[in-house]
Protein backbone atom coordinates (compact mmCIF):
# COMPACT_ATOMS: atom_id res chain seq x y z
CA UNK A 1 0.00 0.00 0.00
CA UNK A 2 1.37 3.78 -0.61
CA UNK A 3 1.40 4.95 2.56
CA UNK A 4 1.97 8.67 1.41
CA UNK A 5 -1.91 8.28 0.19
CA UNK A 6 -3.34 7.35 3.11
CA UNK A 7 -6.09 9.30 4.68
CA UNK A 8 -4.51 11.29 7.38
CA UNK A 9 -5.28 11.57 10.86
CA UNK A 10 -6.96 15.12 10.90
CA UNK A 11 -9.22 14.14 7.43
CA UNK A 12 -10.59 11.34 8.79
CA UNK A 13 -11.70 12.78 12.19
CA UNK A 14 -13.44 15.51 10.42
CA UNK A 15 -15.31 13.04 8.44
CA UNK A 16 -16.20 10.60 11.34
CA UNK A 17 -17.73 13.64 13.48
CA UNK A 18 -20.05 14.38 10.75
CA UNK A 19 -20.59 11.23 10.44
CA UNK A 20 -21.88 10.33 13.58
CA UNK A 21 -24.16 13.28 13.66
CA UNK A 22 -26.03 12.40 10.53
CA UNK A 23 -26.20 8.66 12.18
CA UNK A 24 -27.58 10.41 15.31
CA UNK A 25 -30.00 12.01 13.34
CA UNK A 26 -31.11 8.96 11.74
CA UNK A 27 -31.51 6.99 15.33
CA UNK A 28 -33.74 10.08 16.60
CA UNK A 29 -36.12 10.24 13.42
CA UNK A 30 -36.40 5.85 13.73
CA UNK A 31 -37.31 6.70 17.09
CA UNK A 32 -40.28 8.72 16.32
CA UNK A 33 -41.54 6.49 13.73
CA UNK A 34 -40.73 3.34 14.83
CA UNK A 35 -40.63 2.74 18.52
CA UNK A 36 -42.98 5.80 20.15
CA UNK A 37 -45.45 5.63 16.59
CA UNK A 38 -45.37 2.15 15.24
CA UNK A 39 -45.49 3.13 11.98
CA UNK A 40 -43.19 0.27 10.72
CA UNK A 41 -45.44 -0.97 8.34
CA UNK A 42 -47.23 1.80 6.93
CA UNK A 43 -47.52 2.09 3.08
CA UNK A 44 -45.56 5.45 3.20
CA UNK A 45 -42.56 4.26 5.64
CA UNK A 46 -42.19 1.27 3.26
CA UNK A 47 -41.52 3.07 0.07
CA UNK A 48 -38.81 5.23 2.16
CA UNK A 49 -37.26 1.98 3.28
CA UNK A 50 -37.20 0.75 -0.14
CA UNK A 51 -36.28 3.43 -2.05
CA UNK A 52 -33.71 3.83 0.41
CA UNK A 53 -32.16 0.45 0.44
CA UNK A 54 -31.91 0.50 -3.20
CA UNK A 55 -30.57 3.65 -3.79
CA UNK A 56 -28.12 3.54 -0.95
CA UNK A 57 -26.79 0.30 -1.88
CA UNK A 58 -25.68 1.58 -5.35
CA UNK A 59 -24.24 4.05 -3.65
CA UNK A 60 -21.80 2.19 -1.79
CA UNK A 61 -20.89 -0.04 -4.26
CA UNK A 62 -20.84 2.53 -6.87
CA UNK A 63 -18.72 5.18 -5.23
CA UNK A 64 -17.40 3.54 -2.01
CA UNK A 65 -16.48 -0.18 -3.68
CA UNK A 66 -15.89 1.58 -7.21
CA UNK A 67 -18.38 -1.41 -8.84
CA UNK A 68 -19.53 -0.66 -12.21
CA UNK A 69 -22.76 -2.07 -13.75
CA UNK A 70 -24.73 -2.17 -10.50
CA UNK A 71 -28.20 -3.63 -11.20
CA UNK A 72 -31.05 -1.79 -9.17
CA UNK A 73 -32.44 -4.11 -6.59
CA UNK A 74 -36.17 -5.48 -6.83
CA UNK A 75 -38.10 -2.42 -5.58
CA UNK A 76 -41.35 -4.87 -6.03
CA UNK A 77 -40.70 -6.49 -2.62
CA UNK A 78 -41.14 -3.73 -0.43
CA UNK A 79 -39.14 -3.29 2.97
CA UNK A 80 -40.15 -2.46 5.73
CA UNK A 81 -38.74 0.64 8.00
CA UNK A 82 -37.18 -1.51 10.50
CA UNK A 83 -35.10 -3.28 7.82
CA UNK A 84 -34.29 0.56 6.88
CA UNK A 85 -32.84 1.12 10.13
CA UNK A 86 -31.22 -2.04 10.52
CA UNK A 87 -29.13 -1.19 6.68
CA UNK A 88 -28.95 2.54 7.69
CA UNK A 89 -27.17 0.94 11.17
CA UNK A 90 -25.35 -1.25 8.44
CA UNK A 91 -24.08 1.47 6.41
CA UNK A 92 -22.57 4.07 9.03
CA UNK A 93 -20.71 1.15 10.45
CA UNK A 94 -19.06 -0.24 7.27
CA UNK A 95 -18.61 3.83 5.92
CA UNK A 96 -16.57 3.94 9.64
CA UNK A 97 -14.87 1.06 9.01
CA UNK A 98 -13.86 2.05 5.37
CA UNK A 99 -12.86 5.64 6.56
CA UNK A 100 -10.63 4.41 9.93
CA UNK A 101 -8.64 2.31 7.25
CA UNK A 102 -7.39 5.28 5.66
CA UNK A 103 -7.43 3.40 2.06
CA UNK A 104 -7.99 6.83 0.24
CA UNK A 105 -5.71 10.30 -0.92
CA UNK A 106 -6.96 12.96 0.99
CA UNK A 107 -8.52 14.51 -2.23
CA UNK A 108 -10.67 11.30 -2.72
CA UNK A 109 -11.97 10.84 0.36
CA UNK A 110 -13.11 14.34 0.55
CA UNK A 111 -14.99 13.54 -2.26
CA UNK A 112 -16.23 10.29 -1.07
CA UNK A 113 -17.66 11.96 2.03
CA UNK A 114 -18.87 14.96 0.69
CA UNK A 115 -20.77 12.60 -1.64
CA UNK A 116 -22.08 10.12 0.95
CA UNK A 117 -23.08 12.83 3.53
CA UNK A 118 -25.08 15.08 1.20
CA UNK A 119 -27.06 11.73 0.20
CA UNK A 120 -27.56 10.63 3.78
CA UNK A 121 -28.66 13.50 4.83
CA UNK A 122 -30.76 14.15 1.73
CA UNK A 123 -32.63 11.06 2.76
CA UNK A 124 -33.24 11.88 6.58
CA UNK A 125 -34.64 14.79 5.27
CA UNK A 126 -36.92 13.15 3.39
CA UNK A 127 -37.31 10.58 6.33
CA UNK A 128 -38.15 13.76 8.58
CA UNK A 129 -41.29 14.92 6.36
CA UNK A 130 -42.60 11.65 7.40
CA UNK A 131 -42.25 12.46 10.90
CA UNK A 132 -44.21 15.76 10.52
CA UNK A 133 -46.53 14.23 7.93
CA UNK A 134 -47.53 11.04 10.25
CA UNK A 135 -46.83 11.59 13.50
CA UNK A 136 -47.57 14.67 15.86
CA UNK A 137 -43.71 14.25 17.21
CA UNK A 138 -41.01 16.88 16.68
CA UNK A 139 -37.40 15.36 16.56
CA UNK A 140 -34.88 17.68 17.09
CA UNK A 141 -32.24 18.65 13.34
CA UNK A 142 -28.63 18.07 13.82
CA UNK A 143 -26.42 20.28 14.79
CA UNK A 144 -23.77 19.80 12.04
CA UNK A 145 -20.24 21.17 12.17
CA UNK A 146 -19.38 20.92 8.03
CA UNK A 147 -22.12 20.96 6.23
CA UNK A 148 -24.55 24.18 5.15
CA UNK A 149 -27.69 24.45 6.77
CA UNK A 150 -30.31 25.40 3.59
CA UNK A 151 -33.32 27.03 5.37
CA UNK A 152 -36.61 25.67 3.21
CA UNK A 153 -40.11 26.65 3.37
CA UNK A 154 -41.27 23.22 4.92
CA UNK A 155 -39.04 24.14 8.01
CA UNK A 156 -37.16 21.26 7.46
CA UNK A 157 -33.29 22.67 6.13
CA UNK A 158 -31.46 20.47 3.94
CA UNK A 159 -27.69 20.09 4.49
CA UNK A 160 -24.88 20.05 1.47
CA UNK A 161 -20.70 20.07 1.61
CA UNK A 162 -18.52 20.34 -0.86
CA UNK A 163 -15.86 18.08 -1.30
CA UNK A 164 -13.40 21.66 -1.57
CA UNK A 165 -14.92 22.88 1.99
CA UNK A 166 -13.97 19.16 3.96
CA UNK A 167 -10.46 19.46 2.48
CA UNK A 168 -9.80 23.02 3.03
CA UNK A 169 -10.44 23.04 6.62
CA UNK A 170 -8.06 20.00 7.01
CA UNK A 171 -5.45 22.18 6.10
CA UNK A 172 -4.83 23.11 9.37
CA UNK A 173 -2.93 19.59 9.64
CA UNK A 174 -1.71 19.82 13.42
CA UNK A 175 -5.50 21.17 15.03
CA UNK A 176 -8.24 19.51 12.74
CA UNK A 177 -10.26 19.26 16.07
CA UNK A 178 -9.90 23.45 16.24
CA UNK A 179 -10.73 23.62 12.72
CA UNK A 180 -13.90 21.71 13.33
CA UNK A 181 -14.90 23.91 16.15
CA UNK A 182 -13.98 26.81 14.31
CA UNK A 183 -15.71 26.06 11.72
CA UNK A 184 -18.96 25.98 13.68
CA UNK A 185 -17.98 28.77 15.47
CA UNK A 186 -18.60 31.23 12.19
CA UNK A 187 -21.53 29.81 11.24
CA UNK A 188 -23.07 30.45 14.49
CA UNK A 189 -21.46 34.08 14.75
CA UNK A 190 -22.75 34.72 10.92
CA UNK A 191 -26.51 33.55 11.65
CA UNK A 192 -26.43 35.83 15.01
CA UNK A 193 -25.34 38.54 12.51
CA UNK A 194 -27.75 38.10 9.93
CA UNK A 195 -30.48 37.81 13.16
CA UNK A 196 -29.59 41.01 13.96
CA UNK A 197 -30.03 42.66 10.21
CA UNK A 198 -33.34 41.27 10.33
CA UNK A 199 -34.48 42.67 13.12
CA UNK A 200 -32.93 45.72 11.70
CA UNK A 201 -35.75 45.44 8.96
CA UNK A 202 -38.28 44.62 11.45
CA UNK A 203 -38.43 41.06 10.06
CA UNK A 204 -38.76 39.62 12.94
CA UNK A 205 -39.75 35.68 11.90
CA UNK A 206 -36.60 35.68 9.83
CA UNK A 207 -34.28 36.86 12.57
CA UNK A 208 -35.98 34.52 14.72
CA UNK A 209 -35.59 31.72 12.38
CA UNK A 210 -31.89 32.23 12.24
CA UNK A 211 -31.07 33.20 15.80
CA UNK A 212 -32.57 29.53 16.80
CA UNK A 213 -30.62 27.86 13.30
CA UNK A 214 -27.51 29.54 15.21
CA UNK A 215 -28.67 26.65 18.09
CA UNK A 216 -27.87 23.93 15.98
CA UNK A 217 -24.34 25.03 16.19
CA UNK A 218 -23.93 26.48 19.54
CA UNK A 219 -25.94 26.03 22.38
CA UNK A 220 -26.23 29.25 24.31
CA UNK A 221 -27.72 31.56 26.88
CA UNK A 222 -27.16 34.60 23.78
CA UNK A 223 -29.11 32.90 21.28
CA UNK A 224 -32.23 32.19 23.63
CA UNK A 225 -32.03 35.51 24.91
CA UNK A 226 -31.94 36.81 21.40
CA UNK A 227 -34.82 34.78 20.35
CA UNK A 228 -36.66 35.78 23.04
CA UNK A 229 -35.92 39.67 22.09
CA UNK A 230 -37.67 39.35 18.88
CA UNK A 231 -40.64 37.83 20.33
CA UNK A 232 -41.21 41.14 22.81
CA UNK A 233 -40.59 43.41 19.57
CA UNK A 234 -44.05 42.01 18.96
CA UNK A 235 -45.28 42.28 22.21
CA UNK A 236 -45.58 38.79 22.86
CA UNK A 237 -44.01 38.65 26.69
CA UNK A 238 -45.00 35.62 27.62
CA UNK A 239 -43.13 33.83 25.10
CA UNK A 240 -40.20 36.29 25.40
CA UNK A 241 -39.85 35.62 28.94
CA UNK A 242 -40.11 32.04 28.34
CA UNK A 243 -36.98 31.99 26.42
CA UNK A 244 -35.04 34.07 28.94
CA UNK A 245 -35.78 31.66 31.55
CA UNK A 246 -33.89 29.19 29.23
CA UNK A 247 -31.44 31.31 28.47
CA UNK A 248 -30.60 31.97 31.94
CA UNK A 249 -30.90 27.76 32.52
CA UNK A 250 -28.07 27.43 30.66
CA UNK A 251 -26.02 30.08 31.31
CA UNK A 252 -26.90 31.21 34.73
CA UNK A 253 -23.44 33.61 34.84
CA UNK A 254 -24.58 35.75 31.87
CA UNK A 255 -26.25 39.06 32.82
CA UNK A 256 -28.43 40.36 29.60
CA UNK A 257 -31.33 37.30 30.24
CA UNK A 258 -32.15 38.23 33.64
CA UNK A 259 -32.14 42.40 32.24
CA UNK A 260 -34.16 41.77 29.87
CA UNK A 261 -36.89 39.69 32.02
CA UNK A 262 -37.25 42.38 34.01
CA UNK A 263 -37.68 44.78 31.44
CA UNK A 264 -40.59 42.77 29.86
CA UNK A 265 -42.02 42.77 33.28
CA UNK A 266 -41.51 46.29 33.75
CA UNK A 267 -43.41 46.36 30.68
CA UNK A 268 -46.64 45.08 31.42
CA UNK A 269 -46.82 47.09 34.88
CA UNK A 270 -45.28 44.48 37.37
CA UNK A 271 -42.68 46.86 39.05
CA UNK A 272 -41.61 45.62 42.04
CA UNK A 273 -41.11 42.19 40.51
CA UNK A 274 -38.55 43.75 37.34
CA UNK A 275 -36.79 45.40 40.21
CA UNK A 276 -35.63 42.04 41.29
CA UNK A 277 -34.57 40.87 38.19
CA UNK A 278 -32.54 43.86 37.24
CA UNK A 279 -30.42 43.56 41.03
CA UNK A 280 -29.58 39.94 39.74
CA UNK A 281 -28.59 41.36 36.29
CA UNK A 282 -26.31 44.00 38.00
CA UNK A 283 -24.74 40.96 39.81
CA UNK A 284 -24.30 38.36 37.22
CA UNK A 285 -20.30 37.66 36.43
CA UNK A 286 -20.60 38.06 32.48
CA UNK A 287 -22.21 40.96 31.20
CA UNK A 288 -20.78 43.58 27.98
CA UNK A 289 -23.61 46.60 28.87
CA UNK A 290 -23.79 46.10 32.48
CA UNK A 291 -24.68 49.91 32.74
CA UNK A 292 -28.62 48.68 31.38
CA UNK A 293 -29.92 47.00 34.50
CA UNK A 294 -28.91 50.22 36.40
CA UNK A 295 -30.73 52.69 33.74
CA UNK A 296 -33.86 50.25 33.62
CA UNK A 297 -34.43 50.25 37.27
CA UNK A 298 -33.81 53.56 37.16
CA UNK A 299 -37.24 53.65 34.98
CA UNK A 300 -39.12 51.57 37.29
CA UNK A 301 -38.11 54.11 40.43
CA UNK A 302 -39.30 56.98 38.09
CA UNK A 303 -42.82 55.10 37.12
CA UNK A 304 -42.90 54.63 40.79
CA UNK A 305 -42.20 58.68 41.62
CA UNK A 306 -39.14 57.45 43.66
CA UNK A 307 -36.74 60.04 42.05
CA UNK A 308 -34.15 59.93 44.43
CA UNK A 309 -33.85 56.58 44.23
CA UNK A 310 -34.13 56.72 40.16
CA UNK A 311 -31.15 59.76 40.72
CA UNK A 312 -29.28 57.02 42.61
CA UNK A 313 -29.20 54.30 39.77
CA UNK A 314 -28.81 56.64 37.09
CA UNK A 315 -25.48 57.85 38.72
CA UNK A 316 -24.79 54.48 38.58
CA UNK A 317 -25.21 53.99 35.21
CA UNK A 318 -23.25 57.21 33.85
CA UNK A 319 -20.19 55.60 35.61
CA UNK A 320 -20.64 52.70 33.60
CA UNK A 321 -20.97 54.05 30.58
CA UNK A 322 -19.39 58.17 30.99
CA UNK A 323 -19.54 58.66 27.61
CA UNK A 324 -23.60 58.60 27.16
CA UNK A 325 -24.99 62.01 26.76
CA UNK A 326 -28.66 60.40 26.76
CA UNK A 327 -27.35 59.65 30.56
CA UNK A 328 -25.79 62.70 31.75
CA UNK A 329 -29.16 64.53 30.10
CA UNK A 330 -31.59 62.73 32.17
CA UNK A 331 -29.53 62.94 35.59
CA UNK A 332 -29.37 66.52 34.61
CA UNK A 333 -33.24 66.82 34.12
CA UNK A 334 -33.66 64.66 37.83
CA UNK A 335 -31.60 67.36 39.50
CA UNK A 336 -33.13 69.98 38.18
CA UNK A 337 -36.90 68.88 39.01
CA UNK A 338 -35.45 67.68 43.10
CA UNK A 339 -34.13 71.61 43.13
CA UNK A 340 -37.49 72.91 42.29
CA UNK A 341 -39.64 71.18 44.64
CA UNK A 342 -40.89 67.43 46.18
CA UNK A 343 -43.66 67.20 44.01
CA UNK A 344 -43.47 66.31 40.43
CA UNK A 345 -45.43 66.69 37.24
CA UNK A 346 -45.96 63.84 35.27
CA UNK A 347 -44.50 66.34 31.85
CA UNK A 348 -41.33 66.85 33.87
CA UNK A 349 -40.22 63.31 33.90
CA UNK A 350 -37.16 62.10 31.66
CA UNK A 351 -38.41 60.03 29.11
CA UNK A 352 -37.59 56.28 29.26
CA UNK A 353 -33.97 55.79 27.66
CA UNK A 354 -34.33 51.58 26.77
Known amino acids: ???????????????????????????????????????????????????????????????????????????????????????????????????????FDDESFARLMALSLNFYFLHAKRLHHLVEELTPLKVDLPRVSLMDTIASEDGIPAYRVSEETIFDLNQDKDAPVRSLEGQREKKYEQLIHKGHKWVGDKEYDLARESFMRAL??????????????????????????????????????YGAPYNDLGTYLLAEGEINES????????????????????????????????????????????????????????IQRIKDTLNKSELFKEDELPPPLF
Not at 33 to 60: C, G, M, V, Y
Not at 238 to 253: G, T, V
Not at 290 to 317: C, D, H, T, V, W
Open 275 to 330: LKWFELAKNSRHYQNREYPYINAGRAYLNQREFKKALEEFSMAVTLAPFNEELHTT
Open 216 to 253: NFKETSEAYNLIGWTYSLENKFEMAKKFCLKAIQIDPS
Open 1 to 103: MDFENMTNEGLAHLGLSELHTCQSYYNRLFYALIEASELNQHPKTRAWASTFINQASIHTKKHWLNQSDIPDMDLIVTKTLTEGRDYARSLFSSMQSLTQASL
